[in-house]
């Protein structure tokens, strides 16, 4: 009784803080994230946050929100965590942001399929199996910066056009100056400005990032022409790390836009460079110790960690259908370019689905990294699913194998044919999750509800969107069949 009354006047203590910084702002932003995995927000003058909103939540059509509710059950619950509230450091009116959980407002219950909801059953389910009780993330979130976009599809016609000052594409542009100095394909990890024209605005970035209480750790630009960067954030625990993503995601557009630019998230916009991923960053705790780590181990691993790798790769043909769920992944997810296709772990391989970073040798810092993910994914079921295959893989203690530490993109067609590789398509991930999806539901995390919703959603409004639409390239091939 006196622990449920400590964290009920631990709770109140939160909401107390969150209503004196309303006082300082005119506005308060209530955010959340819908199936997809896209920033949804609704705003209230901030006169009108009281208590009662914590309790009573704020209400909101369900039904217009991809994924959630039909017509019939449309109303639903924004229910704000105190935990969450910021300054937001994108708007011109001074105003609060505030990350939300959806409710059923007849039964009170969490909905089932709120993203952040899996996030935090996953991190209850952890603590539950008594392997670990915390798992931190790192997520490496990289992007493109362009001047400009344009694109449409339509009965007749389809075409997408992007432009960057920086595009190498751009050094023979006549008309205006010209002062060169931009990226060629592949070599933009690091040159210095002024090959490097966006030096100033990812600082702006991580400025505001910091501002929003996201620790950085390091920016710089990436390696294809055209704008291509990355900005480092420090590691944290599941939902956090998700909360952290959208917000990242959410000042990095806002940042661009402000700036006459554009930033996109997509795995291959670019034809002919390298793609962007979420290189994920993940390991286990117990206790504050790392149980990732053993001093006579391989790359300095536990058994545990070994087991965790195991499961993350026997189960990686489901987990991409969650991890990299976009038919645009898979330009990105191909064999014989510098992508981690190859289901295989190495240390300081990055050519390997799964790396072992040994830039440190302390115990803190030794984890794995699983790099097949992008940032097409919805951070809290992707970080969730994760866990859960290296979960079972713990649990059924399922051994990796050997590792692969040679350059794997310089064997034999025989050596290569013998390794096992991603899905070469949204569909077959998404046929491999349909076979394989009952480590997902381990401790009612994922629920075959959720898993089905999921799967139909992918398929039909985005996999066949795209497989019914010709493509501008079929006219080079085929037209003069």
Avoid at 92 to 109: E, G, H, L
Avoid at 272 to 279: K, V
Avoid at 282 to 296: A, P, T
Avoid at 379 to 401: E, N, Q, W
Wanted: charge should be negative.
């Amino acid at each position: 009784m006196a622990d449920k009354k400590k964290s009920a006047d631990g709770y109140a203590s939160k909401v107390d803080s969150v209503l004196k910084m309303a006082k300082s702002v005119k506005m308060v932003d209530f955010k959340f994230v819908d199936l997809p995995g896209i920033l949804q927000h609704v705003s209230i003058p901030a006169d009108k946050l009281d208590e009662d909103k914590f309790g009573d939540g704020h209400g909101f059509d369900g039904s217009s929100i991809r994924g959630f509710a039909h017509i019939n059950e449309s109303d639903m619950l924004l229910m704000p965590d105190p935990d969450t509230a910021i300054v937001d450091s994108v708007c011109k009116v001074p105003t609060m942001s505030i990350m939300c959980d959806v409710a059923d407002p007849m039964t009170r219950s969490r909905f089932e399929r709120d993203p952040r909801f899996i996030g935090q059953k996953a991190e209850a389910y952890l603590k539950e199996t008594g392997i670990a009780d915390t798992a931190f993330f790192g997520p490496e979130l990289e992007f493109f910066v362009f001047d400009s976009v344009s694109f449409d599809q339509n009965q007749n016609s389809g075409y997408y056009y992007i432009d960057s000052e920086e595009g190498i594409w751009n050094s023979g542009k006549n008309g205006s100056p010209n002062l060169g100095h931009r990226p060629r394909n592949k070599e933009g990890y690091f040159p210095a400005p002024p090959v490097d024209t966006l030096q100033d605005f990812r600082s702006e970035c991580v400025m505001r990032l910091m501002e929003a209480g996201i620790d950085c750790e390091v920016h710089h630009h990436e390696v294809a022409t055209a704008g291509q960067g990355e900005i480092g954030m420090v590691f944290n625990t599941l939902t956090k790390k998700a909360d952290q993503v959208m917000l990242y995601k959410y000042i990095l557009k806002n940042t661009a836009r402000e700036c006459g630019k554009t930033v996109t998230f997509m795995p291959k916009p670019l034809f002919g460079d390298n793609g962007t991923g979420m290189h994920v960053h993940q390991s286990l705790s117990k206790g504050g110790k790392n149980i990732f780590f053993d001093e006579d181990g391989y790359a300095l691993l536990s058994d545990t960690a070994m087991y965790y790798i195991g499961g993350l790769l026997e189960h990686s043909n489901a987990l991409l259908a969650l991890t990299s769920p976009s038919t645009n992944s898979y330009r990105r997810l191909v064999p014989g370019y510098e992508a981690p296709v190859n289901l295989v772990y190495s240390q300081r391989n990055r050519s390997a689905a799964i790396r072992i970073p040994v830039y440190s040798k302390s115990p803190k810092s030794k984890r794995i990294e699983y790099r097949p993910p992008d940032c097409t994914c919805n951070p809290y079921l992707a970080f969730s699913a994760m866990r859960l295959a290296g979960l079972d893989g713990i649990k059924k203690k399922i051994h990796p194998g050997e590792p692969h530490d040679m350059d794997l993109f310089e064997l034999s067609a025989s050596e290569a044919a013998k390794i096992k590789q991603v899905p070469g398509s949204l569909e077959k991930s998404l046929e491999a999750l349909e076979s394989d999806h009952d480590f997902l539901l381990a401790g009612n995390v994922f629920t075959k509800n959720l898993v089905e919703t999921w799967i139909d959603y992918k398929r039909v409004k985005e996999n066949d969107a795209v497989r019914l639409r010709p493509h501008p390239w079929e006219f080079f091939l085929y037209y003069d069949c």
